[in-house]
């Protein structure tokens, strides 16, 4: 349960703060807007409990019982085994972001999440179910590959969904507060660097927890020095359309942008 109640608090807490100080202007059709958003998330989020009910926990699971993984054979600290397993899951995760820009077959389906004209904390969960399907197919290699501590993988699946709520928000953190979480945090101006309209913008910042992994590779754009949001979505999606639950899901089979 740990997932979810962190998952639905946070979610609150950024829709009221979203609420009383907005940064990107809201849409005419907000209202809308945010509930297909939730409703491609709930159909995700059903998607990956058919397909692993115990999410990452139940890979770690598998993993720890037969001995998988390069933590069974390396014998190292519990300590060091989680925070190099969380470390190592952020690195797929950033890894599978960035090759979800890089492959056209993958860009049909993570396109459906830039194709929202403002983000906000419900752009976090706008994925197509199919892409959180794979995610997870990933994530649990990963998991089995490096026999991630059960406590590892479940921290991680909070820290993920939290981490993707909060720099989704569209808030605007004091410029103090900005300078002290960026080095260590992927802020929501940092992460809307990687929403813009600008193709050139959209190849950077694929983290969505920590800036290490783009500084060190070179894709890390910091956001504009006085604040400004870029513009925001995919110049070839019309806002009505790409509000649409129906589009949504079925974008993947339309012809490529």
Known sequence: M??????????????????????????????????????????????????????????????????????????????????????????????QHRASHALPVLWRLHRIHHADPVVDVTTAVRFHPLEIALSLAWKSLVVVAIGAPVAAAIAFEALLGAAALFNHGNVRLAPRVERLLAPVL????????????????????????????????????APAPDGTPPRIGLPAFEPAAAQSFGRMLLDPWHDAR
């Open 186 to 221: 992927v802020t929501p101006a940092i992460h809307r660097v990687h929403h813009s309209l600008a193709a050139a913008d959209r190849d950077r910042n694929f983290g969505f927890s920590v800036p290490w992994w783009d500084r060190l590779s070179g894709t890390f754009r």
């Open 2 to 95: 740990l997932r979810p109640l962190v998952f639905l608090g946070l979610l609150a807490a950024m829709l009221a703060w979203e609420w009383r100080r907005p940064v990107l202007a809201p849409l005419t059709r907000a209202l809308a807007r945010r509930v297909a958003n939730l409703g491609l998330g709930l159909a995700g989020v059903a998607a990956t409990r058919l397909l692993a009910p115990a999410g990452l926990a139940g890979a770690a699971l598998a993993a720890d019982e037969r001995g998988w993984g390069l933590f069974a054979v390396v014998d190292v600290p519990a300590p060091v085994a989680f925070v190099g397993a969380v470390l190592v899951l952020d690195l797929a995760v950033w890894a």
